[in-house]
């Protein structure tokens, strides 16, 4: 259709094009009709087998004869934010926003296809998967469940993330865990009111609750490993709590909201058991029903050491690329292909320093050309 | 005017009219225009003089030639409850509800004015304070600055409180403290929010308010005598925490609420104190600020020992009465007036076991019949 159009523009103006139209309709989750319709539409353009796979995704498949694949993947879901950027290219979605970049994350893709395209000649098969749900359910999950890794042989994965904490256009990665599981917790305490000049007939649920932070964070530090490593560190950490209904009424319950990271499953496990072993304590000790709940959360995302390693001469030398001295602390649904086969997940500096999920995020598109290059540099390895 | 209809009713048909009108018009705090005009009607009728004191108060002075007068009191003032009772008195003031039993209170001392006004023998004079602000400002303090004990050579005072906890009818009282003094505490912790993954950006606030708590407890376990009497006793309780905005983001800001009680100024310096070091040690430990508040409260009521065992005879013979063996934990502005002179103070029974600020508290009138022949047999000692 209008490839004829998109054709003379150049990649700067091609990726710009993408991420503007992509930012406008911004959709949550699993269902994004018209994200999915503008990729198929830029992709019906070129010389691919499209896949559809669960409601809102899409693949593109580029099949040059060889026996292994790449896969490419991108996010494509948005966030239930409301955009306070004034701009042509503004989110026309009210309280819905890419304000996580997963909008520079298709255009990269959609960019790349398009650049595919034009090699037909190359060392790999390339699948480009475009994937809903990130933000929400793990859509990488279910792309992966659909065996589609399996069906097309794909050997290695590859994805990529802005980030506002280092210079725009600059790549960056680490070998090994680069982003630690991050898990939800959630700890309910029932005990029982009564008159604050009474308290022999109540069960203090306030003082209880702050019984169970003390002892959760003195056995977290009691377990921590000596000296560890950026990656051996574990977070767990109580951020809001709430008791009580009045000043002189002893508390009859109180919930702590808090977050969990770890960057391996032995270092999860053992956190979780922290979480239960002290709500069992207390529990005993006070007589009185604790439960401690947290979310499964995704995986770590962990950079196959032996591909990284393959890939670093040519990163370091074909990109302003630097190596991140200790992992992010944030999490990625990306993980779950890592699991599936080796895999490398990158971020690409915006230089803004506006955090992930603002209400105001934005970059110079600039950096995107970044992205695309780092694609065509992997396909070539 | 009414006189003449009002004086051919018995004693329980008076108080339970006087109760019913009253418990009609609930009005709070400082100003009871109606309460004072039906309180006024009564009196008026009778041969008194009556003193209007602050904006509602009325004192209804029987002079009978005698040195000494003794003082009796009545709270007027109602709370800002919704009464779920349903009957043909039930409060007709929206939102507002005589559910302390001010009304009674008023009532009996209606009809013993009423009695005083036959007995023009007497071996004292008599002074009716009917005082407003019970339940907010302590109203009593400003009855007392009013000067009008000393002007009237007030040599004694008494009143009387329902209590829902002992049998109907049923009088009690102690010797020394019954009632503590109360304050209400308010402590606030201001630290610094950070992402959760950051905790060494912030100062968590969450984590020391339950410190806050943990070490306040010590301490104040620490510094209890060993086998404390009841009127030995004191309390110092948080009952509402909160502290906190989102599940991932350390806590910049906690507070906690609740309330202190002590039977005597000493004791309750030393909880004020403990307050203020728990605050200053983990001020300087965290480097935040926080900041612990406290309320004066109402003075503990303490009734005196010797006019208490000079009564307690009569009170055996002529009431169904019983000694308290340990104090009641609730609080009352009547303290202020045993500052002034001897004062004893009493509970009449409800038998209910409704609590006192109930929505649905209620009682049986005849009850009211018991008040009056206490505050009769007093005038005679």
Same mark, same amino acid.
């Given at each position: 259709?209008?490839?004829?159009?998109?054709?003379?523009?150049?990649?700067?103006?091609?990726?710009?094009?993408?991420?503007?139209?992509?930012?406008?309709?911004?959709?949550?989750?699993?269902?994004?009709?018209?994200?999915?319709?503008?990729?198929?539409?830029?992709?019906?353009?070129? *010389?691919?087998?499209?896949?559809?796979?669960?409601?809102?995704?899409?693949?593109?498949? $580029?099949?040059?004869?060889?026996?292994?694949?790449?896969?490419?993947?991108?996010?494509?879901?948005? =966030?239930?934010?409301?955009?306070?950027?004034?701009?042509?290219?503004?989110?026309?979605?009210?309280?819905?926003?890419?304000?996580?970049? /997963? *909008?520079?994350?298709?255009?990269?893709?959609?960019?790349?296809?398009?650049?595919?395209?034009?090699?037909?000649?190359?060392?790999? &098969?390339?699948?480009?998967?475009?994937?809903?749900?990130?933000?929400?359910?793990?859509?990488?999950?279910?792309?992966?469940?659909?065996?589609? $890794?399996?069906?097309?042989?794909?050997?290695?994965?590859?994805?990529?993330?802005?980030?506002?904490?280092? *210079?725009?256009?600059?790549?960056?990665?680490?070998?090994?865990?680069?982003?630690?599981?991050?898990?939800?917790?959630?700890?309910?305490?029932?005990?029982?009111?009564?008159?604050?000049?009474?308290?022999?007939?109540?069960?203090?649920? =306030?003082?209880?609750?702050?019984?169970?932070?003390?002892?959760?964070?003195?056995? /977290?530090?009691?377990?921590?490993?000596?000296?560890?490593?950026?990656?051996?560190?574990?977070?767990?950490?109580?951020?809001?709590?709430?008791?009580?209904?009045?000043?002189?009424?002893?508390?009859?319950?109180?919930?702590?909201?808090?977050?969990?990271?770890?960057?391996?499953?032995?270092?999860?496990?053992? =956190?979780?058991?922290?979480?239960?072993?002290?709500?069992?304590?207390?529990?005993?000790?006070?007589?009185?029903?604790?439960?401690?709940?947290?979310?499964?959360?995704?995986?770590?995302?962990? &950079?196959?050491?032996?591909?990284?390693?393959?890939?670093?001469?040519?990163?370091?030398?074909?990109?302003?690329?630097?190596?991140?001295?200790?992992?992010?602390?944030?999490?990625?649904?990306?993980?779950?292909?890592?699991?599936?086969?080796?895999?490398?997940?990158? $971020?690409?500096?915006?230089?803004?320093?506006?955090?992930?999920?603002? &209400?105001?995020?934005? $970059?110079?598109?600039?950096?995107?050309?970044?992205?695309?290059?780092?694609?065509?540099?992997?396909?070539?390895?």
């Amino acid at each position: 259709m209008n490839r004829k159009e998109v054709e003379p523009l150049n990649d700067l103006q091609r990726l710009t094009l993408h991420r503007r139209e992509l930012h406008k309709i911004p959709e949550l989750s699993k269902t994004l009709p018209k994200t999915k319709a503008y990729i198929k539409s830029v992709l019906d353009a070129l *010389d691919c087998q499209i896949i559809e796979v669960l409601e809102s995704g899409v693949c593109a498949y $580029f099949d040059r004869g060889k026996e292994t694949t790449i896969a490419y993947r991108a996010d494509m879901d948005a =966030l239930p934010v409301t955009e306070v950027n004034v701009c042509d290219y503004a989110s026309t979605h009210q309280g819905r926003m890419h304000a996580c970049g /997963h *909008d520079a994350h298709s255009a990269v893709l959609l960019g790349f296809a398009q650049y595919v395209d034009t090699q037909k000649e190359l060392p790999h &098969n390339v699948l480009c998967v475009f994937q809903p749900a990130e933000e929400t359910t793990g859509g990488a999950k279910d792309i992966c469940e659909t065996g589609i $890794f399996q069906k097309y042989n794909v050997s290695r994965v590859f994805g990529l993330h802005l980030w506002p904490f280092i *210079d725009a256009g600059k790549i960056a990665s680490k070998s090994g865990p680069m982003m630690p599981r991050s898990s939800e917790i959630t700890i309910e305490v029932f005990g029982r009111s009564s008159h604050a000049t009474a308290p022999e007939k109540g069960i203090d649920a =306030l003082f209880i609750a702050s019984q169970y932070i003390q002892q959760l964070y003195d056995a /977290h530090r009691a377990g921590m490993r000596p000296n560890p490593t950026p990656e051996e560190r574990t977070i767990i950490q109580i951020c809001k709590m709430e008791s009580g209904t009045a000043r002189n009424v002893i508390s009859g319950y109180s919930t702590l909201l808090g977050t969990m990271r770890a960057f391996s499953d032995e270092d999860f496990a053992g =956190l979780v058991q922290l979480l239960e072993d002290t709500a069992q304590r207390l529990s005993v000790e006070y007589g009185c029903r604790i439960t401690a709940e947290h979310s499964e959360g995704y995986p770590p995302v962990v &950079n196959d050491p032996a591909l990284y390693q393959s890939l670093l001469p040519a990163l370091r030398q074909g990109l302003d690329y630097e190596e991140m001295p200790i992992p992010a602390m944030i999490s990625e649904d990306y993980s779950f292909y890592g699991l599936e086969v080796p895999s490398v997940f990158f $971020f690409l500096g915006t230089g803004t320093g506006i955090a992930l999920h603002s &209400n105001n995020f934005d $970059f110079d598109e600039k950096i995107l050309v970044q992205g695309l290059e780092m694609y065509k540099l992997l396909l070539r390895q």
